[in-house]
């Protein structure tokens, strides 16, 4: 999943897509390198991120989206919010995936907009919101908690007629360093939810921190994060470098023959 952040504050890559040319020629690299999806997002989750309302959200996103799909028809784009109304517009205008940071926490519509249009939906594992989440860092067993949550978050879902769901632990959302290296270490105990597993721990600062580099410099960090990941059941690696995420695939095939 090739990750598209059509905002000017993206911790890695903010601003630095914003033309409609910039974009395009970034959707086409990304699809030429390998990408099964590419999840497009207008408002930064980064910790303390600015609020941004929907009305902007809204500005940033569907004219990009239209754009994509005219230009790329076959993409499977996933679009990354978690406002119901942000949600029901991008898959009116193509997008055939929601990828909500929340898992319908923020919004209470969501899942009923989910699961009015039949569309896969990513439930990513958070507490409070992208400007308090870094404050809600306290655990007594943040694996059970998480399990925990996710079993009423499917439960939800599934009583609401979802059919398709995909689990993302959330690496970096109200978790310390420390601990999302725990939830990496147990990544596997989240398939008995016998689901799809999401790993989303491209260029963040579980990487870029403990090595006191940057998020520029955190690929080879990435690569090696992805590949443990996959060892212990993602199914899909969201990522701003196609290519390596690719080849860390192909070679993890080799593994599974």
Known sequence: ?????????????????????????????????????????????????EFVSEEEESNRLLPILKSVLKEFPKTIISVDTFRSKIARASIENGAAMINDISAGSLDENMMKTVAKFQVPYIMM????????????????????????????KIAQARSLGINDLIIDPGFGFAKTI???????????????????????????????????????DALNGTTALNMIALTKGASILRVHDVKEAVECVKLFSLMSL
């Open 1 to 49: 999943m090739g990750i598209l952040n059509v905002t000017p504050n993206s911790f890695f890559d903010g601003g630095k897509y914003q033309q409609e040319n910039e974009i395009l020629k970034r959707v086409e690299v990304m699809l030429n390198e390998g990408a099964d999806f590419i999840d497009i997002g207008a408002y930064s989750s980064k910790p303390n991120a």
């Open 178 to 216: 420390e601990q999302n290296y725990e939830v990496m270490q147990k990544l596997q105990l989240f398939q008995m939810t016998e689901l799809p597993i999401l790993a989303g721990v491209s260029r963040k600062s579980m990487i870029y921190k403990p090595l006191e580099s940057s998020p520029e």
């Open 125 to 152: 594992h958070m507490k409070g919101t992208p400007q308090t989440m870094m404050n809600l860092t306290k655990y007594d067993d943040i694996v059970k908690e998480m399990l925990f949550y996710f079993s009423e």
